[in-house]
């Protein structure tokens, strides 16, 4: 299991090799970068629900720091008040 995640929240998911067993949808697109899926936490007390990255309906408001490293993608979004 593995996956592939860009920087504005592209990316898809894969078993085994990544090129031959795509799970989610994959989009060769470097311009518009659209994704297969979204991941969006909630704060179930609040009922709060947010991107964890620009690209699925990123508030203008709030800051996205994404940090490529090697086996990872660590993403900081800072939430809008």
């Known amino acids: ?5 860009t920087e504005s929240g592209g990316g898809y998911n894969s078993a085994g090799n990544s090129r031959l067993y ?7 697109d470097p311009v518009s ?15 709060a629900l947010w991107s964890l990255k620009p690209n699925a309906w990123g508030d ?5 720091q ?13 939430v809008a008040a």
Do not use: F, K
């Open 66 to 78: 994404v940090i490529h490293v090697l086996g990872s993608t660590p993403n900081q979004p800072s």
């Open 33 to 47: 970068d659209p994704s297969g899926e979204w991941w969006l936490p909630e704060d179930s007390r609040r009922g």
């Open 60 to 64: 203008a408001r709030s800051e996205y």
């Open 22 to 28: 795509q799970i989610t949808a994959w989009s060769n």
């Open 1 to 5: 299991m593995g996956c592939v995640s």
